[in-house]
């Protein structure tokens, strides 16, 4: 059974930080292609990161040099590291496993990002 399970949403003030985990089990996580994806309220699902089985990262226009995206293979697990977050990063984060060359394709069930003062 495949399961993706974020956690490290909360809370935080404008300008804070948070680190986000994707565990994912039940792939072989090495193969696939990972993403970070972001959902507001009344607004379609966005990507925000997403880093390629080989390495390769992209970003959103609007996370460039805030956010980045990582993964460590022998934990199965993708990062998302935000900083100098701002209200309009509002919003649920999942993350996505893609391999690419097959149909295979998971979310996890996302966790709530919060920006506030």
């Known amino acids: 059974q495949v399961q993706l399970v974020e956690s490290g949403g909360g809370l935080v003030q404008p300008g804070g930080s948070l680190r986000l985990s994707c565990a994912a089990s039940?792939?072989?996580?090495?193969?696939?292609?990972m993403g970070w994806y972001r959902q507001a309220p009344g607004k379609q699902r966005d990507l925000v990161a997403a880093?390629?089985?080989?390495?390769?990262?992209n970003y959103a226009d609007s996370v460039k040099g805030r956010f980045t995206i990582s993964r460590d293979n022998a934990k199965n697990t993708v990062y998302l590291q935000m900083n100098s977050l701002k209200p309009e990063d509002t919003a649920v984060y999942c993350c996505?496993?893609?391999?690419?060359?097959?149909?295979?394709?998971?979310w996890g069930q996302g966790t709530q990002v919060t920006v506030s003062s």
């Open positions: 996505n496993a893609d391999w690419s060359i097959t149909p295979r394709n998971y």
């Open positions: 039940g792939i072989i996580f090495s193969r696939y292609d």
């Open positions: 880093i390629t089985r080989g390495g390769t990262t």
